[in-house]
């Protein structure tokens, strides 16, 4: 069903910019929500952002003002005044249901791009 391949990771220093796509197939045919997530190592996955059925975004507080999510043909991640903490494998994932629980309930899941803050 829904394929999610992440892309544009890479590394940056602290205080720069990345921008990391989210290709989703059946994207218009089906009503989802879509977030990026991201995994540092010996940590556990946390939400980052996400952008509900109404097209709105939602933002970890830790990113809140920096990054911004987007979405087009792909869903998009600008990630802006990068730090350190920022590194980790980040991945997009999609969900039927968001609404209050936003970075919850998430089932198809893309293979992740590394993101590296020097």
């Known amino acids: 069903q829904v394929q999610l391949v992440e892309s544009g990771g890479g590394s940056v220093q602290a205080g720069g910019s990345l921008r990391l796509s989210c290709a989703v197939s059946?994207?218009?045919?089906?009503?989802?929500?879509i977030g990026w997530f991201r995994q540092a190592p010996g940590k556990g996955r946390e939400g980052v952002a996400i952008?509900?059925?109404?097209d709105r975004p939602h933002y970890a507080d830790s990113v809140k003002d920096r990054f911004v999510i987007a979405k087009d043909s792909t869903v998009t991640l600008q990630m802006n005044d990068l730090n350190p903490e920022g590194t980790a494998t980040y991945y997009c994932?999609?969900?039927?249901?968001?609404?209050?629980?936003?970075?919850?309930?998430?089932?198809?899941w893309g293979q992740g791009t590394q993101v590296t803050v020097s």
């Open positions: 059946e994207f218009t045919s089906t009503t989802i929500c």
């Open positions: 994932a999609a969900t039927g249901y968001c609404y209050k629980r936003w970075f919850e309930n998430y089932r198809h």
């Open positions: 952008i509900d059925h109404d």
